[in-house]
């Protein structure tokens, strides 16, 4: 039996963000309360007739930009034409013949390396309304009907479940530091439709592509791709591959299995045409320069600076780039020159402890960057210990005042060696007895005149010099 070989393709749904819906005037915001948030387009009322929201365009392109995409010439939608119940026109609006982006291609990290990922095409849409199905009937909540969506359809290019989750949490992050999108998965924002097919591993021509419909959260789009590639080695193993054929199924987490739902349809099937009641219109090489001039350094090209330009580790790296608001605080410290390493560590020690602990954002923190520089500054200079530096750095933050308002001849550390020298030779000489058991092998007792020094100096004395001039004094 030749060894298989799985092919995984991804075709990526999130929801963006913006005021109202892509195409009517309706707000465009999660709610609980089914059927609160509609507009007489959204319940496809006779006489009314979609407006482009300007602001999604916008962001599509963005996100078609930085995946090096290339755009048409022309905006164009077209009719998906099928009946489903969440579907009140009888057809969705989307794009097909021109989508906003083509022939995309970016680097995702997979353990450590980096991956090529190559997209085929990203377009806007609109969502279907949702549907919760109980014992004897179904509800249909009208909110989501016509909230923008952007599908991202990738190449038939991944091999295992581990770098199709990588590039959904790729994509999340890029989402999100573009500010398109929360893409929070919980909120149903983020979901997969997942093919997965295996062929012989010379083979030349893939296997028969098997969809799965829906899947939203990682774990499950990990769970369909797994189960699938035993599924389909198991019926190949026993030569029964035949019995394979180009479905849609459904992930059932209970299970851990994937259910057949139908035979897949078709693209021809679905009679797209040009939507008539939107005019094509031109995006100017002019306007797509202005939005491209609005993307940020993405957060792996962050990672990669921090960790060959500053000499970062990568799980420092990693845990910096994570969230773009914590990259921006980070990106603030390098530009007022402060060292990258005790930025770092300031802000994932101090900073993200605090504001994990109080559950607020570092945006609203009151400890600036500046403010950060101005209190490792004073820690460099030894005006203040690493103690007393985390007091302060929890009393300008409580109080909102400057870090100079802490500091003062009363509470500063004492970092003179010949005032230090003489307050420890006072010491000394009040204590033979201990001196004599340190030199005759009780070296722990060093510890003692270190506590008896910061007693005396009420923990001001500069410990590592204090423990300089006590181990030449011990000789």
Same mark, same amino acid.
């Given at each position: 039996?030749?060894?298989?070989?799985?092919?995984?393709?991804?075709?990526?749904?999130?929801?963006?963000?913006?005021?109202?819906?892509?195409?009517?005037?309706?707000?465009?915001?999660?709610?609980?309360?089914?059927?609160?948030?509609?507009?007489?387009?959204?319940?496809?009322?006779?006489?009314?007739?979609?407006?482009?929201?300007?602001?999604?365009?916008?962001?599509?392109?963005?996100?078609?930009?930085?995946?090096?995409?290339?755009?048409?010439?022309?905006?164009?939608?077209?009719?998906?034409?099928?009946?489903?119940?969440?579907?009140?026109?009888?057809?969705?609006?989307?794009?097909?013949?021109?989508?906003?982006?083509?022939?995309?291609?970016?680097?995702?990290?997979?353990?450590?390396?980096?991956?090529?990922?190559?997209?085929? =095409?990203?377009?806007?849409?609109?969502?279907?309304?949702?549907?919760?199905?109980?014992?004897?009937?179904?509800?249909? %909540?009208?909110?989501?009907?016509?909230?923008?969506?952007?599908?991202?359809?990738?190449?038939?290019?991944?091999?295992?479940?581990?770098?199709?989750?990588?590039?959904?949490?790729?994509?999340?992050?890029?989402?999100?530091?573009?500010?398109?999108?929360?893409?929070?998965?919980?909120?149903?924002?983020?979901?997969?439709?997942?093919?997965?097919?295996?062929?012989?591993?010379?083979?030349?021509?893939?296997?028969?592509?098997?969809?799965?419909?829906?899947?939203?959260?990682?774990?499950?789009?990990?769970?369909?791709?797994?189960?699938?590639?035993?599924?389909?080695?198991?019926?190949?193993?026993?030569?029964?591959? %035949?019995?394979?054929?180009?479905?849609?199924?459904? $992930? %059932?987490?209970?299970?851990?299995?994937?259910?057949?739902?139908?035979?897949?349809? %078709?693209?021809?099937?679905?009679?797209?045409?040009?939507?008539?009641?939107?005019?094509?219109?031109?995006?100017?090489?002019? $306007?797509?320069?202005?939005?491209?001039?609005?993307?940020?350094?993405?957060?792996?090209?962050?990672?990669?600076?921090?960790?060959?330009?500053?000499?970062?580790?990568?799980?420092?790296?990693?845990?910096?780039?994570?969230?773009?608001?914590?990259?921006?605080?980070?990106?603030?410290?390098?530009?007022?020159?402060?060292?990258?390493?005790?930025?770092?560590?300031?802000?994932?020690?101090?900073?993200?402890?605090?504001?994990?602990?109080?559950?607020?954002?570092?945006? =609203?923190?009151?400890?600036?960057?500046?403010?950060?520089?101005?209190?490792?500054?004073?820690?460099?200079?030894?005006?203040?210990?690493?103690?007393?530096?985390?007091?302060?750095?929890?009393?300008?933050?409580?109080?909102?005042?400057?870090?100079? =308002?802490?500091?003062?001849?009363?509470?500063?550390?004492?970092?003179?060696?010949?005032?230090?020298?003489?307050?420890?030779?006072?010491?000394?000489?009040?204590?033979?007895?201990?001196?004599?058991?340190?030199?005759?092998?009780?070296?722990?007792?060093?510890?003692?005149?270190?506590?008896?020094?910061?007693?005396?100096?009420?923990?001001?004395?500069?410990?590592?010099?204090?423990?300089?001039?006590?181990?030449?004094?011990?000789?």
């Amino acid at each position: 039996m030749k060894k298989q070989i799985a092919t995984i393709g991804l075709e990526m749904h999130c929801e963006f963000k913006s005021n109202s819906k892509v195409f009517s005037a309706a707000k465009n915001a999660y709610s609980e309360i089914p059927n609160s948030n509609i507009a007489p387009l959204d319940m496809a009322f006779p006489g009314t007739l979609p407006v482009v929201n300007k602001k999604c365009v916008k962001d599509a392109l963005k996100v078609s930009i930085a995946l090096n995409c290339t755009q048409p010439e022309y905006m164009v939608f077209d009719r998906k034409n099928y009946y489903y119940p969440d579907l009140p026109k009888g057809y969705q609006i989307t794009q097909m013949a021109y989508p906003i982006g083509i022939n995309g291609k970016i680097y995702i990290e997979v353990n450590g390396k980096l991956i090529p990922a190559y997209i085929h =095409d990203v377009h806007l849409e609109e969502d279907s309304a949702s549907l919760d199905h109980f014992f004897d009937t179904s509800n249909i %909540d009208y909110n989501r009907c016509g909230v923008p969506l952007f599908e991202l359809v990738t190449e038939p290019c991944f091999h295992s479940a581990e770098e199709a989750t990588a590039f959904i949490e790729h994509m999340i992050r890029v989402y999100r530091y573009l500010g398109v999108s929360d893409a929070d998965t919980k909120r149903g924002q983020i979901r997969c439709d997942v093919n997965v097919s295996i062929a012989d591993e010379d083979s030349k021509e893939l296997g028969t592509k098997v969809e799965t419909k829906n899947v939203n959260s990682l774990g499950g789009v990990a769970g369909v791709i797994n189960y699938e590639i035993a599924r389909q080695t198991k019926l190949k193993e026993e030569g029964r591959y %035949d019995e394979v054929e180009q479905e849609t199924r459904r $992930w %059932d987490e209970e299970t851990g299995t994937t259910i057949r739902m139908r035979s897949k349809v %078709d693209a021809i099937d679905y009679k797209y045409f040009v939507e008539p009641n939107i005019p094509k219109y031109k995006m100017s090489d002019e $306007w797509k320069k202005k939005v491209a001039s609005t993307i940020p350094r993405l957060h792996l090209e962050r990672k990669i600076d921090y960790i060959n330009n500053h000499g970062l580790s990568n799980y420092d790296a990693e845990i910096l780039v994570k969230e773009k608001a914590i990259s921006d605080y980070f990106e603030e410290c390098l530009a007022l020159q402060m060292d990258a390493k005790a930025a770092a560590n300031w802000i994932i020690t101090q900073i993200l402890g605090y504001i994990n602990k109080n559950n607020t954002n570092i945006n =609203d923190l009151y400890l600036t960057p500046k403010r950060l520089k101005d209190l490792i500054d004073e820690l460099d200079k030894k005006t203040i210990s690493s103690k007393q530096a985390k007091e302060i750095f929890e009393k300008v933050i409580e109080e909102k005042k400057e870090v100079s =308002d802490f500091i003062s001849k009363e509470n500063a550390q004492i970092s003179d060696k010949d005032e230090l020298t003489k307050m420890i030779e006072e010491i000394l000489a009040n204590n033979q007895s201990q001196i004599a058991e340190y030199k005759n092998g009780r070296t722990n007792i060093f510890d003692y005149f270190v506590g008896q020094v910061m007693k005396q100096t009420r923990g001001k004395a500069n410990p590592v010099l204090t423990k300089e001039i006590l181990t030449e004094k011990l000789k």
